[in-house]
């Protein structure tokens, strides 16, 4: 967490500190119940504050939800996909605000949490950090770009050894190992690519079933097992070929 100081002053009022807290991006999996419980960590920001702004907006490709209340949160139909999420929690009369944003296509997400009252800042940044640690999920390790590219090369690489080991004569023609080489290249960039898509950094689960929920299930199991299996046979054809 870091947190960060500024000043404000009017032309006859003493400065008044304010502290913000911004926390680090972690990639979630949210049911609508945890949705809930998080816009109940940030509706805080408004207590005693009748004239409180609250916005919870969802976005997908084909459809969005806002809502300005957790009840008509509650009561609404999350999208399929979601791709943004803006979750935002002020009150002027109290300088309070809390603020979540989330980015799909950056893999990114994050967390400002700002006040008066740095106290109020510390107790409301330990709230958020330990639910985000709870909703804590593996996706990360299909975002951003080194690790999906490490996983696409590691992937791609050990099927096309495959391939030669039982194709050798045709690596002769040179025809061949360009068609190859441009393949593996490809293979690695759509791997990179659709990975990402299929595996959210902040996937918000909505329990309906849809093939590509299926789809997703599948590739989380066979991508570790394709990887250790192409390793265990290659090792065999190594040492007792």
Not at 79 to 84: A, F, I, L, S, Y
Not at 158 to 176: E, H
Request: with cysteine; glycine share 4%; charged share 20%.
């Amino acid at each position: 967490m870091r947190q960060k100081k500024k000043s404000r002053a009017g032309d006859s009022k003493a400065s008044t500190a304010k502290t913000t807290a911004t926390l680090p991006a972690k990639s979630m999996t949210l049911k609508k119940a945890d949705l809930v419980e998080l816009c109940e960590i940030l509706e805080k920001a408004i207590e005693n504050d009748t004239q409180g702004y609250l916005d919870f907006t969802l976005s997908a490709k084909r459809e969005s939800i806002s809502s300005e209340s957790i009840e008509g949160l509650r009561n609404a139909r999350l999208p399929e996909e979601v791709n943004h999420v803006s979750l935002v929690a002020a009150s002027y009369k109290k300088d309070r605000k809390i603020r979540l944003v989330s980015y799909n296509d950056m893999s990114y997400t994050e967390v400002n949490i700002t006040s008066a009252d740095a106290d109020w800042v510390a107790a409301r940044s330990k709230e958020i950090e330990k639910f985000i640690s709870d909703h804590h999920n593996f996706h990360w390790i299909f975002n951003r770009f080194w690790l999906p590219a490490l996983q696409g090369v590691l992937l791609v690489g050990l099927l096309m050894y495959t391939v030669y080991i039982y194709t050798k004569p045709l690596w002769s023609n040179a025809g061949f190992m360009v068609a190859v080489a441009l393949c593996s290249v490809f293979s690695v960039q759509a791997y990179i690519w659709g990975i990402s898509k299929l595996f959210p950094f902040t996937f918000i689960d909505t329990g309906r079933p849809s093939t590509i929920a299926t789809f997703r299930t599948g590739i989380k199991y066979a991508v570790p097992i394709v990887i250790l299996g192409l390793i265990v046979q290659l090792i065999i054809k190594w040492f007792f070929a």
